[in-house]
C-alpha cells in the first residue's frame, strides 16, 4: 500500500533494476570475487560513473537522489563490506546524496559488518521479499521526505534476473559501456521473455544510458 507525502498525494516507488553492462553482455569480468569485485577487466564497465561529462554526473545524481533503498546479493555485499569495498569516499551515492537502506538477499546474516554506519537489511526467503522489504524502506523515507523515492537493484547480476522473472521491475536501466569482455557474469541468460519500451537513450563518451520499462 502506498503511503502519502507531505503533499498528501500517495508516493510513486518504481522498482528499478540499474547495472552497468559490456557491449557483450557482462556486468562484470572474468573470475570476479571479494577482492576483485568486479573481475578482470571489469573496471571499465562503471569509467562512466566516475566521469567528468555533464550527462554521465547528471544520471548519477539523480539515480542516487531517488533511491529510498537498495537491494543487493550477498556477493557484491562481500565486496563492498570488504576490505577494499566501499568508504566516505566511494560507494553508493557517496558525495552525491544521503545513503539509502541496503537490503541483502542472501541464504545466511554475516556474523559482522564493517560498514555499521549504513542501514543494512538481511533477507533471508528470497529476492521478491527482499524487494517488499526495500519497498517499505523506500515508501517510509517517500513519507518523510515529502518526495517520490525508488528501490534501486544494484546487482548483482543474478539478482536482477531473478527480479526481472519474477515480475517485479518496473523500469530497467542499462549503462552500457564502450567495452567487451569475453567472458564474467552475464546479465541476461534463459529467463522469462520480457517486452521492454523504450523511453530514453543517453550518449557519452564512456557509456551509452539505456531506459526501459519492464512489461
Avoid at 3 to 32: H, K, N
Avoid at 107 to 118: G, I, K, W
Avoid at 125 to 145: K, L, M, Q, Y
Avoid at 148 to 159: E, P, S, T
Amino acid at each position: 500500500m502506498s503511503q502519502r507525502g507531505e503533499s498528501g498525494l500517495p508516493c510513486m516507488t518504481r522498482i528499478i533494476a540499474d547495472i552497468s553492462m559490456s557491449l557483450d553482455g557482462f556486468v562484470t569480468g572474468p573470475e570476479p570475487g571479494p577482492r576483485n569485485g568486479l573481475g578482470t577487466g571489469g573496471e571499465a564497465l562503471h569509467t562512466w560513473a566516475f566521469s567528468t561529462d555533464p550527462e554521465d554526473r547528471r544520471i548519477l545524481r539523480e539515480a542516487t537522489a531517488r533511491s529510498g533503498a537498495v537491494v543487493l546479493g550477498r556477493r557484491l555485499f562481500d565486496v563492498v563490506d570488504g576490505p577494499q569495498g566501499w568508504s566516505e569516499e566511494t560507494g553508493y551515492g557517496a558525495g552525491e546524496a544521503g545513503r539509502p537502506a541496503f537490503v541483502v538477499v542472501t541464504s545466511a546474516p554475516p556474523e559482522s559488518v564493517r560498514l555499521t554506519d549504513l542501514d543494512w537489511t538481511f533477507v533471508t526467503t528470497g529476492v521478491p521479499d527482499a524487494v517488499a522489504v526495500a519497498r517499505a524502506h523506500a515508501e517510509a523515507a517517500s513519507s518523510e521526505r515529502g518526495e517520490d523515492l525508488d528501490v534501486v537493484l544494484m546487482g548483482g547480476g543474478a539478482v536482477i534476473r531473478a527480479a526481472l522473472d519474477a515480475g517485479v521491475v518496473d523500469t530497467l536501466s542499462l549503462h552500457l559501456a564502450p567495452v567487451t569482455l569475453g567472458a564474467g557474469t552475464p546479465l541476461f541468460t534463459r529467463g522469462v521473455p520480457r517486452t521492454l519500451v523504450q523511453r530514453t537513450v543517453t550518449s557519452t563518451s564512456t557509456a551509452t544510458h539505456l531506459i526501459y520499462d519492464v512489461c
